[in-house]
């Protein structure tokens, strides 16, 4: 099992969410295992941890919403080729 963080731009609440995914690759198939929100930035540079199961669970779905899990198969992909290239 493999893990990445990366980030969501939520635009319309002027922050940037981060998230830890943790996947499996096999057969050249990714399958995404977990998404856990860790981390929020505002754009007055505070940053706020995310430490309970009802604020992941809200930021987890907000994530969703926007469309920005389909798009992590094909991120870890590239990262997986770069890495691979290293």
Partial sequence: MGSTC???EDEENNRQIRF???Y?????EI???DVVPTEV???????????????R???????QRSGRIETLKSEIAELD??????
């Fill in 31 to 33: 399958e995404i295992v």
């Fill in 6 to 8: 990366m980030t969501w």
């Fill in 57 to 63: 669970d809200l930021l987890l779905q907000q994530i």
């Fill in 41 to 55: 930035s505002f754009e007055d540079s505070r940053c706020v941890g995310v430490h309970t199961a009802k604020g």
């Fill in 24 to 28: 499996t690759i096999g057969n050249s």
């Fill in 20 to 22: 830890r995914v943790d």
């Fill in 81 to 86: 080729e770069l890495l691979a290239v290293v």
